[in-house]
């Protein structure tokens, strides 16, 4: 499918969403530019774009497969997809398998830390808040979403976890912790937004390597190495660049 980009709806700070002359479809194009803290440390990372659409291709398939309804649609280009338009609900759901990042600097518990059963958490998205953890009770004040769309979310964002945790171990990775969004579209609530090193915390089930935008938030290097690394355990050598990736 080639729906032509009819024009720009929205621009995130790793996406752009563009129209297609179909109602029901948007174009998802990933930028190579980095953000970090609240987009206080920015970057460009030539090739991000094209690895964050492939890894979350991959990654919506697979969850299709297993029945987790996405936005997915289809691959439309090295940096871009074609979703289903989404009415998208303004929360972040992070799930977290092991303890990392802000949940240690919160609680004080032990970095690597096995949580079981995983921690949900609800996240408010907007900007000029800094993306303020909310609960249950904040989602209604906010009128953001019912409970029972609160239930579903959480719901499925455990399944994603179910499923991905041994799908991302076969091929050596730990799912540390992840963040999804999720919209409505007929009637349902269905997963949207990208699935990708952006939005995960990836490591080595071996060495413990980290493989994800820790690099880049804290200043280690080799980005964009362990983003295609992802990609090549993911799908194959065929991920390896090519000549229209930068
Ligand atoms: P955190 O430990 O910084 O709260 O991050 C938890 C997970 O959510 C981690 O996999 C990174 C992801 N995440 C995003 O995708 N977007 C964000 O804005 C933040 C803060 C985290
Ligand atoms: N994506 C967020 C930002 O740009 C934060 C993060 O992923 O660390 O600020």
């Known amino acids: 499918m080639e729906p032509k980009a ?24 990933f930028k ?10 920015r970057a460009e990372i030539p090739d991000k774009g094209r690895c964050n659409n492939l890894i979350s291709a991959c990654l919506f398939e697979v969850l299709e497969q297993a029945g987790v309804p996405t936005h997915f649609v289809d691959v439309a280009g090295p940096r871009q997809m074609v979703v289903r338009r989404l009415e998208m609900i303004p929360l972040e759901v992070v799930v977290r398998n092991v303890a990392a990042g802000s949940l240690v600097r919160r609680l004080g518990l032990e970095e690597g830390r096995e949580l079981d059963p995983p921690v949900i958490e609800l996240y408010y998205k907007n900007d000029a808040l800094g993306d303020p953890m909310v609960n249950r ?3 209604r004040a906010l009128g953001a979403a019912e409970p029972g769309e609160i239930d579903e979310m959480e719901r499925l964002a455990l399944r994603v976890n179910q499923v991905l945790r ?14 999804l969004e999720f919209g409505r579209a007929g009637g349902r609530i269905v997963l ?30 080799g980005v964009i ?12 050598d065929e991920a390896l660049p090519g000549d229209d990736a930068r």
């Open 225 to 236: 190495d362990a983003y295609r690394e992802v990609l090549r355990r993911l799908v194959g």
């Open 137 to 139: 009770h904040h989602v």
């Open 192 to 221: 949207g937004d990208e699935i990708s090193p952006d939005t995960c915390r990836f490591r080595d089930i071996e060495t413990g390597e980290i493989l994800d935008k820790d690099r880049f938030r804290r200043d280690l290097g």
């Open 6 to 29: 009819a024009g720009m709806l929205y621009e995130g700070k790793a996406k752009i969403v563009y129209a297609t002359d179909d109602p029901d479809l948007v174009l998802v194009f």
């Open 166 to 179: 041994p799908f991302l171990a076969e091929r050596g990775l730990k799912l540390v912790d992840f963040k």
């Open 32 to 41: 190579d530019d980095a953000t970090a803290f609240d987009g206080k440390k």
